[in-house]
Structure formats: structure tokens, C-alpha cells
């Protein structure tokens, strides 16, 4: 069994900062890309960041300049630094995972259950 857990979520003021965690645990072969996803209320989740096994990254223009996604692959973990957040970037944050459960099998998504970030004016 695989689960991500995500953590670092809060309340914190326009133009503050927050780090969220995501960590995968459980039984599997290796993990690829992982990423951060949000979704606002009332609104499709929306894709924020991923960075590959090898470090490479992509952002959603609506965060580029101010959040960096990074990685430690001997922890299983992956991290979002969110710096000048705006009160738009209230949402829940999801952390998804590619993971291979075992060798020669299927490389699946997985995500973890979510961490609330509030960003007040």
C-alpha cells in the first residue's frame, strides 16, 4: 500500500511564506514525477508544479517566480516553497506522485489527501 501525505499547510498573511511537504510511504519500487496541485472553492483543480526523478521542474504561469518545487529522493519527499502568496492562492494543495509498486509492473497515480493553504489580505 502507497500513500503521500502532505503537510505545511496554514493561515498566513499576503506577501508571506509557506513550505508544504509531501511524503510517500509504503511499499513500492520508485517513484517519477511528482507534483503540486490546488484547488480553490468552487473551482477545478488547477496543476501549480512537478519536478522529475532528475530535478527537472515546470510551473503554472500563475506561480512562476514565486514558488519552487524541490525534491529528495532518499526521503520520498518533495516540497513546495510559496513565497509573495496572495490571497488567490487560497486553496487545498494536493501532492501527486507517479509510482511504481513493483518491478515490471505499471507505473500509477497516487495522491495524497490534501493541506489547506489560506492566504489573507
Known amino acids: 500500500q502507497v500513500q503521500l501525505v502532505e503537510s505545511g499547510g496554514g493561515l498566513v498573511q499576503a506577501g508571506g511564506s509557506l513550505r508544504l511537504s509531501c511524503t510517500a510511504s509504503?511499499?513500492?519500487?520508485?517513484?517519477?514525477?511528482m507534483a503540486w496541485y490546488r484547488q480553490a472553492p468552487g473551482k477545478q483543480r488547477e496543476w501549480v508544479a512537478v519536478?522529475?526523478?532528475?530535478?527537472?521542474?515546470d510551473y503554472g504561469e500563475s506561480v512562476k517566480g514565486r514558488f519552487t518545487i524541490s525534491r529528495d529522493n532518499a526521503k520520498n519527499t518533495a516540497y513546495l516553497q510559496m513565497n509573495s502568496l496572495k490571497p488567490e492562492d487560497t486553496a487545498v494543495y494536493y501532492c501527486k506522485a507517479i509510482i511504481l509498486r513493483v518491478r515490471g509492473g505499471t507505473w500509477a497515480d497516487y495522491w495524497g489527501q490534501g493541506t489547506q493553504v489560506t492566504v489573507s489580505s
Open positions: 519536478i522529475s526523478s532528475g530535478g527537472s521542474t
Open positions: 509504503g511499499s513500492f519500487f520508485g517513484i517519477n514525477n
